[in-house]
């Protein structure tokens, strides 16, 4: 992938999280958001070196990784509005949003809890003798759940084709990762027999080049791997911190990050009339995916029930009738 | 005597407590910087091992709780979503509430699990939306599900007094509610429900901020309607603990009543409503004058679409169509205890 | 058409699935040494990429299950005892069971979850004789617990088949029968109970290894007894698959006996009896002559030695006393049927 | 602890769980039990660096540990007859036998169950200005256990004085430690920042003098520390085994093990006298703990629903009076 193309991906997600941060405030999308503002070269440079039929599980702050994996950036718009034409058709929502048919196995309101999934796909890969690879993606906080651990362990004895993608933000919602974890992250990772390496999560070709080089050896057999990328999130948890008051990082701290702003690092390496150009086709995608995600129907009441059983099955309304 | 928010009832009780019994001590995510407000100052003022922030790490911090109070502390164990309850179910339910049974009594378990905010909450979708009290009721496990501010302070306080394993649901649709906690307020025990407003017709069983609905519905049909129906008296019950049940106090309402809906937000299926309804059906089946009536969540996830949810939750309409239908059955009022006796 | 123990059946069903379907394969510990006695010879036969050994893994080998799923796979998780169920409830119940519904529809996962071997086994104690499979129901997860060996068959084909996550609990109390199961036995389908025995007087809905008992009873009270008291008539009804629930099933056996009687062995509070004991006062209020009842194992942990554990558990006496009870109320046989038209 | 007590404690825990193993088969003792047998210098040796108000966490192979850590041999014996004079008043039996006033919190039914029980208790203790430990036993399969690991890290981060003792057996039931676990056991806790030891776990001296050092140094406020101890039981997984014919593992590789009994290992480092003189006042003990269970009453069955809460609350019955 190009520097173009790289930092076209991350202006997308940059400027598709300013929008949806205005649109809940605007009370146009239900409920709350966690924004991947800050963290783009991550899932950038990761997909970067994915394929189509490369599996990737993602988390409560998704919408970066759905968007570099290449998800329909309209259909995404739909879903966090609440339309039919959704990704999930309005039953996901941000914290669930998925494509299936791209490999995308879901963003996941519970931490840690992609892990699992995504090595039983690496495994089915194997199984139908591709050499397709899941990445799994989960925060600095992820790795104080158990599953994880579980589940380095599992792909490290059947040596599957994962990649462990830990985002270090520093920080779990206000808990500071330092306090947070014993040891260090990539030792961790190191003790269950797989490559484990460090790079900087803020320049989205050194993440490329990192995870191209994992995921290179992934394919051929070479078992897991983990890359922790050093990152940051420039804006609060969620939509609702804000007016919350936290207080558990400086203003200080986050200037120090936003000087390192991977669209700024990306940016440089491009001709500023490449990135106006760029920006510019970003906010007509934006505008098109907004105008459709608008004109789109409201789900129907009646179909409260639907999609939960692939059997057919429906389930029992809450009265008797 | 101060009128104040759920949440700042929660709060209230919770730093009484510490403050009279130093074995009191929060363990959950970000507790300190206080997210879900229940915690707001009290580790700047009680320090940090009175309050401590733990790593996203349920199974162990549930079990570490248990550790502790087994050598003689009294943990509050802050769940930030309902649904880490699920992956805390084991050491909640396995390990701490049967470890007394197990140790055949040498020991006491006394930990507060709290979710300060249960419940769907309009768009938060399926895995943050689960309501999971019953699953407690079901393992024999006391399971507290407070209506409103008073009631929150008083039954926190029972809960983290208590010496066994309470789990103790606020509901994130009651947090804002006001009322007055007395400033002398104590506890309020555990299996004892409240009458919020009495009635002869209809017991309506309402738990958590459902009680707010029925107090609604019971209002509105206290009123002839607009078809010039007969008003209806509803009695509004609320048993508060979900375990152990007051079924003395149901049993009280229902002999006056004679007909009994149970407005419930967990699914349908082995609800609270299934097991209050059962256990009037089998117990009461002599002063019920009509069947008996659950209006529950359905049985399915809750989607992202706000009126998806909504569909799926239980109703003020669904609530009155029910009150009104077993209205119609059997003689009102005094005369409907004359009927049965 | 053979003979053969419910844990025979179960293991002929598992292979004639991964014979007939390559997506198949089996996850869980000691499968390949076949602790549980499900998955004997299976790895040899069809070698170790069907039949995968776990870490002791829970939530872990869950989740993976499902991931294997979304990719094409049919697995088949073993548990080795039921509370592991607790452990693994979050990755059932919050992810494999809401993803279709939180994706609209993108994907099935068709996974089966089996305990073969759920519930108390004499001397096993509190953390070895759960039957937890009412709280697979509360969340609405399709929930199987076969009682004979041609059912054990049948269902696990149709788990294993069925495109929506499964849970099957087989009862450690029914593994050792044995029923004939036909050399050429297909699928039973979910949802579709069973009556065991006709009879006009009362329903008796009965689980798992408990139609045993149920049948025992009935037969029992078919007979005049020993004061001379007239002779019962039992139905017994076995609902096989606990979610969804077979409520036509129920309601044409109610409707014609007029009483019912439930005996599960899930703990009383929101427990399966809880739910059909429910739904029958609240559907079937007209078709009831007496008040249904419930006999379900107590409240309580099991303690270990033996004589309590049978305290707890629902007895054949207390099934007995509750159908006769229920009997000697209202107009009996043909004769009720008039009554409630 | 001196080379006869140790060797003393030993021959009580083998001898015991011969007895029991035998009781078992009669029938006298219900369900099944996990024998301890072969691995007794583990348990002997740990607690040998223990006080009285140290607290225990333990397994579903737990005779062993509580036997160490003092409970009354009578008093266990008649636990598992299932009579009210048993440690946990026929409560409990095998898998849950405790007794919280020697600080043994318990046998556990869940592997790994017991390790954030111990991790609350030394918390609890170094709030009570006090410098007891936990120590926490475990077995190889439990290492794969999330819940294990979430608590190594709550230990690290929090400092606490709780020993992570791991009996590799090599075998979690049929499943061998090798084949189930990536990297090595030391490592992995290595990461957590924690000393991470390794010992002959078939010679008691070895263990009590490396659990002595890790022991001391978690109670001068070193914090959390592993040690992992090579063992072997002689004897199947459980009881029930015998009939199984699982076939994991050879007669050879058992009678390789049986070499390096630890109790010969420890009997070697004493006169015969001696140790004659200790083998049949172990016999007098196990004599007079089974007369006793014998005697005592079996409970009533009305008390079915007792000491299910503190509070006094009692269990709803199954049928409605
Ligand atoms: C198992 C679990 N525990 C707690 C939560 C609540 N929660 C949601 S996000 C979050 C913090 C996650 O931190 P991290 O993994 O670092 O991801 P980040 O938010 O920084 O991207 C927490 C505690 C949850 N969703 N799941
Ligand atoms: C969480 C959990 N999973 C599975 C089991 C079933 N089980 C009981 S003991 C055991 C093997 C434990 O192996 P290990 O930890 O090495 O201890 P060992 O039996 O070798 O002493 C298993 C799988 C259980 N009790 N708990
Ligand atoms: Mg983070
Ligand atoms: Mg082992």
């Not at chain 1, 048919?101 to 999934?117: D, F, H, K, Q, T």
């Not at chain 1, 400086?250 to 990050?257: L, V």
């Not at chain 2, 906690?181 to 429900?193: E, H, K, Q, S, W």
């Not at chain 2, 949810?309 to 119609?328: G, K, N, Y």
């Amino acid at each position: 992938m190009s520097a173009a193309d790289l930092y076209r991906t991350m202006r997308t997600i940059r400027r598709f999280e300013e929008q949806i941060v205005t649109l809940v405030n605007a009370n146009e999308i239900a409920g709350v958001t966690h924004e991947y503002i800050g963290q783009e070269a991550v899932a950038t440079g990761v997909c970067a070196a994915l394929r189509d039929d490369d599996v990737i599980t993602s988390t409560h702050r998704g919408h970066g990784h759905v968007i570099a994996k290449g998800a329909d950036v309209p259909r995404m718009m739909a879903e966090l509005l609440g339309r039919t034409t959704g990704l999930n058709r309005a039953r996901g929502g941000s914290m669930h949003i998925a494509d299936v048919s791209l490999g995308i196995y879901g963003a996941n309101g519970i931490v840690a809890a992609g892990a699992p999934i995504a090595a039983g796909a690496a495994w089915a890969g194997l199984q139908a003798g591709s050499d397709r690879v899941a990445v799994c993606f989960f925060g600095d906080g992820a790795v104080n759940q158990g599953v994880l651990h579980e589940t380095m362990n599992m792909a490290g004895i059947w040596r599957l084709p994962v990649l462990f993608v830990c985002e270090n933000n520093g920080y779990a919602v206000s808990f500071a990762q330092e306090q947070a974890t014993a040891g260090s992250l990539v030792e961790r990772a190191a003790a269950y027999g797989m490559a484990a390496v460090r790079v900087d999560g803020m320049d989205v070709e050194a993440v490329r080049d990192a995870a191209g080089a994992l995921v290179a050896a992934a394919r051929a057999g070479g078992g897991p791997a983990f890359l922790e990328c050093e990152t940051y999130r420039f804006v609060g948890h969620h939509t609702a911190e804000a007016t919350m008051g936290l207080g558990y990082r400086s203003d200080e701290e986050i200037a120090r990050w936003r000087e390192r702003d991977p669209l700024l690092v990306e940016a440089a390496r491009l001709d500023a009339a490449a990135v106006a150009e760029i920006d510019a086709s970003v906010e007509e995608l934006l505008e098109r995916a907004l105008a459709f995600a608008r004109e789109s129907p409201r789900p129907e009441v009646s179909s409260a029930r639907d999609y939960v059983y692939a059997s057919g099955l429906v389930p029992r309304e809450g009265v008797a009738v | 005597m101060a009128r104040m928010r759920y949440q700042q009832a929660l709060a209230r009780a919770l730093r009484d407590e510490m403050l009279r019994d130093p074995s009191v001590f929060v363990l959950g995510e970000d507790v300190r910087a206080s997210l879900r407000g229940v915690t707001r100052g009290l580790a700047a003022e009680l320090g940090d091992q009175r309050i401590i922030d733990t790593p996203i790490s349920e199974q162990a911090f549930t079990g570490f709780a248990m550790g502790a109070a087994l050598a003689g502390h009294r943990p509050v164990v802050e769940f930030q979503i309902p649904s880490l309850l699920f992956t805390a179910y084991e050491p909640i339910v396995n390990q701490a509430a049967k470890f007394r049974l197990m140790t055949g009594g040498q020991a006491k378990v006394p930990v507060t699990y709290v979710v300060p905010g249960s419940g769907a909450r309009m768009g938060l979708a399926a895995q943050h939306s689960d309501h999971p009290y019953a699953m407690f009721a079901q393992a024999g496990v006391k399971t507290v599900v407070p209506a409103t501010a008073a009631d929150a302070y008083g039954l926190f306080v029972s809960a983290i007094r208590d010496d066994d394993p309470v789990v103790f649901f606020a509901p994130a649709a009651a947090l804002g509610g006001r009322e007055e906690v007395a400033d002398d307020a104590g506890p309020i025990p555990l299996g004892v429900g409240r009458v919020h407003r009495s009635g002869d017709d209809v017991t309506v069983v309402a738990i958590g901020h459902l009680v707010r609905d029925a107090l609604k519905v019971a209002e509105e049909l206290a009123a002839p309607d607009a078809d010039g129906g007969d008003p209806i008296s509803v009695e509004v019950f609320d048993p508060r603990t979900i375990y152990p049940f007051d079924w003395a106090g149901l049993a009280a309402s229902v002999r006056r009543t004679g007909r009994l809906v149970v407005l419930d937000d967990t699914n349908r299926s082995c609800g609270l409503a299934a097991e209050v309804v059962a256990t009037a059906a089998e117990e009461l089946a002599d002063a019920l004058v009509a069947p008996p009536r659950r209006i529950t969540r359905a049985d399915a996830p809750i989607p992202f679409a706000v009126e998806l949810e909504v569909a799926l939750l239980p109703s003020r309409a669904q609530l009155a169509d029910a009150v009104r239908s077993v209205a119609a059955i059997g003689p009102r009022g005094a005369l409907a205890q004359e009927a049965v006796r």
